[in-house]
Nanobody, 123 residues
Framework: QVQLVESGGGLVQAGGSLRLSCAAS????????MGWFRQAPGKEREFVAA????????NYLDSVKGRFTISRDNAKNTVYLQMNMLKPEDTAVYYC????????????????WGQGTQVTVSS
């Protein structure tokens, strides 16, 4: 089993930056890839970014590409989401997830989930 805990959310002004962290405990050979999703009020949970176990493969939502960077430190069992040039439209609860492939983009394709961390971008 895998347990995930997000941190780093908060309130930031438009154009600002924020870095989210996701600490993982436990281990799963099937769930080596890590992803980030977000969910705004009244909207479906949507894929944001994912990364392969070794970090060589990444996958981004088009609207965040060039602004967000996903990375991981396997020695610390942690995945990060660096968010730059934030927009009010980025406001959501952000969740990290573990899955078998970094190219998965759908919620049901991920096996483990954190509790979420709130990101609010003011205009």
């Amino acid at each position: 089993q895998v347990q995930l805990v997000e941190s780093g959310g908060g309130l930031v002004q438009a154009g600002g930056s924020l870095r989210l962290s996701c600490a993982a405990s436990g281990r799963s050979l099937r769930s080596a890839a890590m992803g980030w999703f977000r969910q705004a009020p009244g909207k479906e949970r949507e894929f944001v970014a994912a990364i392969s176990w070794g970090g060589g493969g990444t996958n981004y939502l088009d609207s965040v590409k060039g602004r967000f960077t996903i990375s991981r430190d396997n020695a610390k069992n942690t995945v990060y989401l660096q968010m730059n040039m934030l927009k009010p439209e980025d406001t959501a609860v952000y969740y990290c997830a573990a899955g078998s492939n970094y190219y998965y983009r759908r919620v049901f394709e991920y096996e483990y989930w954190g509790q979420g961390t709130q990101v609010t971008v003011s205009s």
